[in-house]
């Protein structure tokens, strides 16, 4: 059965990979492009200037940004 610690420690791993994910394709310098939908954007800038994101919103951005 799951506990408390291995739902935080997958969801530590998922907001670890979609950090590295964005940061791997430059997402984290304005130089790289402009994402596809207003919310998105939202999403990129609050990225970029180093605001903490949920794990749903890292990776809705992952996968709009990168196709995964």
Known sequence: MLG?????????????????ALRRAGWDH???GEAPTV???????RFRGGETLTTRELSDL???LLGA
């Open 4 to 20: 408390a610690a291995d739902i935080d420690s997958w969801d530590d791993d998922i907001r670890t990979d979609a950090l590295g």
């Open 30 to 32: 304005g130089g790289r």
């Open 62 to 64: 992952r996968n709009a």
């Open 39 to 45: 919310r998105l954007r939202l999403l990129l800038a």
